[in-house]
């Protein structure tokens, strides 16, 4: 539970960062095709030292683009295609 919420957390940040319009954000439970360019939030948590009250996370950003596109506006013209 905790780990879905820190990915939607970190999601709704991200997307609501205009110059990120043209990228399409996922967390790692959202079984759907991924829109090109793309960024999976996926978070891994687990209790420090036995504890039930402190967490440590870690997350990662997967980053999925076209080979050739250079830019968040590269992708944004073949997106529209």
């Known amino acids: 539970m905790l780990d879905h919420a820190l990915e939607s ?10 110059e990120l319009a043209v990228i399409n954000f996922f967390t790692a439970l959202e079984d759907e095709t991924h ?5 999976t939030v ?5 209790s420090l030292a036995g504890s039930a009250e402190v967490f440590r996370s870690d997350v990662e950003l997967r980053i999925e683009s076209h080979a050739k596109a250079s830019s968040p506006g590269d992708h944004a013209v073949r997106r529209c295609k």
């Open 9 to 18: 957390a970190i999601c709704s940040v991200l997307k609501a960062d205009h």
């Open 35 to 39: 829109k090109l360019p793309s960024v």
């Open 42 to 46: 996926v978070s891994k948590s687990e």
